[in-house]
């Protein structure tokens, strides 16, 4: 079992940045490749970001590359997603999610636990 807690969310401006940080507890962390996704008002929840096991590959939505960069620390245990340039529709719920598989994690379904979420509004 792993627990995932999400922090950071907030009210910014559009042009403004963010941090989000997920702490992770429970079974080893370095097993798991770690992912970002979000979900706005009436849409599906969509992938945002992923880093594997080792934090060695990242994979970006074609939306947020070269704005946002996710991170890890498997020593302190947690994923961090670094927001910059934010724009009105990045305005979501934010979730940070681990899944055991390797690959091109694309896909709710492809992870095991998720945390409750961040509230990320943008400003225009």
């Known amino acids: 079992q792993v627990q995932l807690v999400e922090s950071g969310g907030g009210l910014v401006a559009a042009g403004d940045s963010l941090r989000l940080s997920c702490q992770a507890s429970g079974r080893t962390f370095s097993g798991f490749a770690l992912g970002w996704f979000r979900q706005a008002p009436g849409k599906e929840r969509e992938f945002v970001a992923l880093?594997?096991?080792?934090?060695?590959?990242?994979l970006y939505a074609d939306s947020v590359k070269g704005r946002f960069t996710i991170s890890r620390d498997n020593v302190k245990n947690t994923v961090t997603l670094q927001m910059n340039s934010l724009k009105p529709e990045d305005t979501a719920v934010y979730y940070c999610?681990?899944?055991?598989?390797?690959?091109?994690?694309?896909?709710?379904?492809?992870?095991?636990?998720w945390g409750q979420g961040t509230q990320v509004t943008v400003s225009s």
């Open positions: 880093i594997n096991k080792s934090g060695g590959s990242t």
């Open positions: 999610a681990a899944s055991g598989l390797f690959g091109l994690l694309r896909r709710e379904y492809q992870y095991d636990y």
